[in-house]
């Protein structure tokens, strides 16, 4: 299917590649420093300077197909349990000839 799991949240590139390292995450971790990505896919802010992360799944055309928000990001790091809904999306999406 081609489909990529990743997660984004606020943040620069080298608090996203410390979070990536530290937690040895098998998908990509990224910093989304303006916020601008973060509304887009629903993340908004919450008090102050806190805000949703996110987990997404993104198909081959770059779409996104699934996003999980949350406001304590280690939650969004939750990749065993996030690995089990991309495999269930990857299987009803070659179901469907996607």
Do not use: H, N
């Amino acid at each position: 299917m081609g489909a990529e799991f990743l997660v984004i949240g606020p943040g620069d590139a080298r608090q996203a590649a410390a979070v990536a390292e530290r937690l040895r995450t098998p998908f990509p971790v990224l910093a989304d420093p303006t916020g601008i990505a973060l509304d887009r896919l629903g993340c908004t802010p919450l008090v102050g300077s806190l805000r949703y992360s996110g987990s997404l799944l993104v198909d081959a055309q770059g779409r996104v197909r699934a996003v999980r928000r949350s406001a304590v990001p280690a939650l969004a790091l939750r990749w065993p349990a996030d690995r089990r809904v991309l495999e269930a999306l990857c299987a009803e999406a070659a179901k469907a000839g996607l």
